[in-house]
């Protein structure tokens, strides 16, 4: 199944994606349940997928405004230097955890919105990623059981400032800016993907592909990330792991390759889905 929150008519909601358009799904599971995170909190992903079954799109994928898969995620944690060629092409050495960063839920547009080049920088770089949604919430989860606890992956394009992000030592001032990290089109449930390792990953900048790898390349896989960060800090609901990148992002390139106002960026995953956004100047 694949679920999407949208905007539409000036109200926010979400649906199941089927084809020829969508299924409405706000409010009609539980009328207190009017948001994806929601669902997921109140364990409804199983009965929204038997509500789908055999229902006709009732409205079009274009009649809506789409907005971030979750759209407000009480956490989003994501990971640096988590592929070999990319902790390779930043020099960086091996290390025993996982390198872990924060994002703020209003830094994130949806897929078709635009990603923000902010006036601060000309150094915009793409960052083609495999997000996880979580579903079942919880403290030290082992590595055991974290696979029970994911309600379905996306597509995410963490868009990093780099110079911003080389301040100091600390990631964040260059992951967090407005409008920069991209996150949708779907929410896919485990069902629909198997093995994650199997996935492949490729971001595009203007048609040329500039990270291409599988997510059998994690240094850290994802039975790993859930358990770690669920040690420093229980997790819920709706939170977002965002995996980390491949090799080939545009500011270890000779020459460097940033994004500007009219490219366009993708980041295909397998089934997961294909994210779509254009870039624009901050106003």
């Known amino acids: 199944m694949k679920l999407i929150s949208f905007s539409k008519n000036g109200q926010t909601g979400f649906g199941a994606a089927v084809d020829g358009g969508i299924v409405e799904l706000t409010g009609?599971?539980?009328?207190?349940i009017t948001t994806l995170k929601q669902a997921i909190a109140a364990d409804l992903l199983g009965a929204a997928a038997e509500y789908t079954k055999g229902r006709k799109a009732e409205f079009s994928m274009a009649s809506v405004t789409m907005l971030p898969t979750i759209p407000d995620p009480a956490k989003i944690l994501c990971i640096g230097l988590n592929y070999l060629k990319h902790k390779q092409e930043?020099?960086?050495?091996?290390v025993d955890h996982?390198?872990?960063?924060?994002?703020?839920a209003d830094s994130q547009v949806a897929h078709r919105q635009d990603m923000i080049k902010p006036v601060v920088s000309d150094r915009f770089d793409y960052e083609g990623e495999l997000a996880v949604i979580i579903g079942k919430g919880g403290y030290k989860i082992t590595e055991e059981d974290a696979m029970e606890h994911i309600a379905g992956y996306s597509c995410y394009n963490e868009g990093s400032i780099r110079d911003w992000q080389a301040h100091t030592s600390q990631f964040?001032?260059?992951k967090t800016f407005p409008g920069t990290g991209a996150f949708g089109p779907y929410l896919v449930t485990p069902d629909e993907v198997g093995d994650y390792r199997e996935l492949p990953i490729q971001t595009r900048l203007n048609g040329k592909i500039m990270q291409d790898a599988t997510l059998a390349d994690l240094l850290f896989p994802i039975e790993t990330l859930i358990s770690y960060c669920?040690?420093?800090t229980p997790l819920s609901a709706g939170d977002v792991i965002v995996t980390g990148t491949p090799g080939g992002v545009g500011s270890k390139r000779d020459p460097q390759v940033f994004m500007f106002p009219?490219?366009?960026v993708e980041v295909e995953i397998g089934v997961v889905g294909k994210l779509q956004n254009h870039i624009t100047a901050e106003s």
């Open 98 to 104: 996982p390198t872990v960063f924060a994002r703020y």
């Open 90 to 94: 930043a020099n960086r050495p091996d």
């Open 172 to 174: 964040l001032p260059g």
């Open 230 to 232: 669920s040690h420093f």
């Open 262 to 264: 009219g490219d366009f």
């Open 28 to 32: 009609r599971l539980d009328p207190a």
